[in-house]
């Protein structure tokens, strides 16, 4: 079986982090490991309350699952301070990682910071350049571009920047903000847009981290990355289509789509 390692914070209302990256690598059908860089105190309405872990746990994590069961690709999504940042890209480098796919979260759609301000610098001197994929939003994407962006080619732009800059692949995310589902790639020169469905369910926590997760789980088992992309958008679309409705804000989506009916008649007989 292939393997994916999501390095993340906790989500404990499990609609995006960790528990979000767990859920989708386990139903693209690769075994999933997991790192926690923090455990947030988060449901559908915010996040009231973070603690981190500190660097040295976070490395003692690492450690045991790079001597143990070596992942073929890894995520990497909430890192909130320096020192983690640091820890996870040495940790990178010195066990020749494969497959890196980094959603550089900043702020959760619910207005939290993820990421410190004075952490940015970091992220994008050590953590970025290693990545072969970076998934941004449109804020995001603004701050990694330095550019504004306001239409389709501003986009298109921002993603050829971010691609020089970091040496690697880029996918801008249309999401909510721009240009309906459709996302953008940038790789060595060349441009492709991904056409996605929009689709009318206002629970979208956890996109960005199901299709980052989604698409280290299909770089694990050799996908393209444009195929890992497309397979991608069209798990999360049909996770968002099932309209799931829950909490009191924007609700998680139903990863286990496909396989809900399955269990549900198991209980059927109680
Ligand atoms: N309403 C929607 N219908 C279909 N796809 C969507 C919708 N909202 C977001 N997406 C898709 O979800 C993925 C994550 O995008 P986005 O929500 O912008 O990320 P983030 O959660 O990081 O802000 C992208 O592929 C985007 O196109
Ligand atoms: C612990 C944790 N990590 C990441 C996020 C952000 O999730 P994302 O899928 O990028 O976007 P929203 O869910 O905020 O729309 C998070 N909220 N918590």
Redesign the pocket.
């Known amino acids: 079986m292939k393997i994916a390692l999501t390095i993340?914070?906790?989500?404990s209302s499990a609609?995006?982090?960790?528990q979000?990256d767990i859920k989708t690598m386990t139903l693209n059908g690769v075994y999933a490991e997991s790192a926690i860089t923090?455990l947030?105190a988060?449901n559908t309405t915010g996040?009231y309350d973070i603690l981190e872990s500190s660097p040295e746990f976070l490395k003692a994590q690492l450690d045991a699952i790079f001597d143990d069961i070596y992942p073929d690709s890894v995520k990497i999504?909430?890192v909130s301070s320096k020192a983690l940042i640091e820890v996870i890209a040495d940790c990178l480098k010195e066990r020749k990682t494969k497959n890196i796919v980094v959603?550089p979260?900043m702020v959760?759609?619910?207005g939290s910071k993820?990421l410190l301000d004075d952490s940015i610098e970091t992220l994008m001197q050590k953590l970025l350049p290693l990545a072969d994929l970076l998934t941004p939003?449109i804020p995001e994407a603004e701050i990694l571009s330095g550019i504004e962006i306001k239409s389709i080619d501003d986009m298109e732009e921002a993603a050829k920047i971010i691609s020089e800059k970091f040496s690697c692949k880029t996918l801008i995310k249309g999401g909510h903000k721009l240009n309906d589902a459709n996302d953008y790639l940038y790789s060595e020169g060349k441009g492709v847009w991904f056409k996605g469905e929009r689709i009318d369910n206002p629970n979208?926590?956890?996109?960005?981290?199901?299709l980052s997760s989604a698409i280290a789980a299909n770089l694990s088992k050799g996908f393209s990355m444009e195929e890992a992309i497309k397979m991608a958008k069209d798990f999360l679309s049909a996770a968002l289509k099932d309209g799931l409705n829950l909490g009191k804000g924007?609700g998680p989506m139903n990863h286990a789509f496909d396989i809900k009916d399955k269990y549900k008649k198991l209980g059927e007989n109680r």
């Open positions: 993340a914070g906790s989500d609609g995006a982090g960790i979000a923090a947030t988060q996040v999504g909430m959603d979260v959760a759609t619910s993820l939003n979208t926590h956890g996109t960005g981290c199901t924007s």
